[in-house]
């Protein structure tokens, strides 16, 4: 737990590259963190090796994650928020043939995937499963070792360093729990969202703010719309066809249309019954996550794994709500990263620390508290819909069949989405004063099931269907 953390909203929502914030985008933060500390030191042009040694739930699934691949381009130097997905492929297949890393793309070492990168399958670090070392040697230097963990969400540390998170600052509005958000919103009037805004305004102009919160829902939205018209299968070896763009195609009975918009108004044409209203969140959910397994582009929210279901609610808003201005995207987003900020610090948001209730739980609880404050819902009720989301999230295990982001990943998205829309409407329904659990409670019983969990059922694919189902896969 890391209570006490001066956590942003752009601290919860990344932008990055699937399929895992905390397989792919943590390490591959790490990866560009340590080559630039290294830079800085001067050690970068004396070197003449650098080997990658990854511990616990790393190693285990790191293969089905792309660990292995996210490392190599954070000591090249590339950066997730803006490399080319699509060339992430050749990057790979070039180191390998060359046999030559050039870290931050400057000076070149030798270099072998298949060695030096290490994969400790028996090993795990006392801090963190997810953690990972940096071996640097060259001339005229001792040996450098780094290790850092990665915990959840695409936050990094590094080992003796305090917790992740925005820089310390003095908030107006400091929030460890829940109980203090509804004591500001309480004493000031303010809605939680409002709340939240006056203390992101301690580290930026409020113009700054919402130009960085509608690009967050703009790569959301451009997720959704990739992902609705993406077809084939999934990478990785278990051939999982992807299943969004069919659906999208049923539902608008084999239609097409140019552009996101005109798409958009031809699902709102199509009526809001709630068979249909039901079919396009689990087709908003799908896509994002079958585009996440791809490597393609997402937001972490508040990971990679659990990318779908803050996107698919909030894309059932603008759709069927008629949430389409950008001042409900905001309060949407804002209010939904405080209550996952709550998650982090009093538990986790890392799937390797505690099972899927930490990534799918956690989202489906962001997502409900959004959704119910954009539709009018009081602080109470907002609060009353995160605990409703978590409380039946409660013991989900994380169990990727062959370590990928698939299996049962995908769907657990679309159900965590309908989970978090049922939520609100059950807050929304209810006095405030109805509620028996507390928001705080949930979050403390969230972890103390984190601490009971068996760790084969923690992101390792060592329980659950990733031993229960019968697969034959190719060599990685």
């Known amino acids: 737990m890391n209570a006490r953390e001066s956590i942003s909203v752009f601290d919860m929502f990344k932008i990055g590259v699937g399929p895992s914030s905390s397989h792919t985008l943590g390490p591959w933060r790490a990866a560009q963190r340590f080559a630039m500390d290294m830079d800085r030191r001067g050690l970068l042009a004396k070197a003449h090796s650098v080997r990658v040694l990854l511990y616990g739930s790393l190693a285990k699934t790191g293969k089905g994650h792309g660990t292995d691949i996210a490392v190599l381009l954070g000591l090249g130097g590339e950066d997730p928020v803006t490399f080319d997905t699509a060339a992430i492929g050749s990057y790979v297949e070039n180191i390998d043939a060359n046999k030559t890393l050039r870290l931050l793309g400057k ?31 060259g001339e005229g230097f001792d040996p450098v070792a780094e290790t850092y963990y990665s915990i959840g969400g695409g936050f990094i540390q590094q080992e003796g360093e305090t917790p992740a998170g925005s820089a310390t600052v003095q908030l107006p509005f400091p929030i460890d729990h829940a109980g203090d958000l509804l004591h500001w919103c309480m004493k000031t009037g303010m809605s939680i969202s409002e709340v939240v805004m006056e203390n992101e305004n301690t580290w930026r102009p409020e113009t700054e703010t919402r130009a960085g919160v509608l690009n967050i829902w703009r790569v959301m939205r451009e997720c959704i719309y990739r992902g609705c018209h993406a077809q084939g299968s999934l990478p990785g070896g278990l051939q999982v066809k992807r299943r969004a763009s069919g659906l999208n195609r049923q539902l608008l009975q084999g239609r097409t249309y140019n552009g996101f918009e005109e798409w958009l108004n031809a699902i709102r044409a199509g009526g809001a019954s ?24 997402v937001v972490t929210a508040p990971t990679n794994g659990a990318a779908g279901v803050i996107p698919a609610v909030l894309q059932y808003f603008v759709t069927f709500c008629d949430g389409f201005r950008d001042e409900k995207i905001m309060t949407f987003l804002l209010t939904a990263s405080e209550v996952g900020s709550i998650f ?5 948001i890392s799937a390797a620390m505690g099972g899927c209730q930490a990534e799918i739980g956690v989202s489906s609880a962001m997502a409900a508290a959004g959704l119910t404050e954009v539709m009018g819902g009081t602080q109470r009720q907002v609060m009353m819909a995160a605990e409703i989301a978590m409380e039946h999230h409660l013991g989900l ?80």
């Open 344 to 348: 982090k610090k009093g538990a986790t």
């Open 274 to 297: 709630f068979q249909y209203t039901l079919d396009w969140v689990s087709c908003f959910a799908l896509a994002v996550n079958e585009e996440n397994a791809s490597f393609g582009r």
């Open 107 to 137: 000076h070149a070492v030798p270099f072998d995937p298949a060695t030096d990168v290490v994969f400790l399958f028996s090993e795990t670090l006392p801090y963190h499963p997810n953690a990972l070392t940096f071996l640097l040697e």
């Open 397 to 476: 295990t994380c169990d990727p069949i062959a370590g990928l982001v698939q299996i049962p990943c995908i769907e657990r998205n679309t159900m965590g989405a309908i989970k978090a829309i049922t939520a609100s409407q059950l807050a929304l329904q209810s006095a405030p004063d109805y509620a028996k659990v507390s928001l705080d409670a949930v979050v403390k019983t969230m972890w103390d099931t984190a601490l009971d969990m068996n760790t084969k059922y923690k992101e390792t694919a060592d329980g659950g269907l990733a031993v229960n189902i019968p697969l034959s896969l190719p060599e990685c």
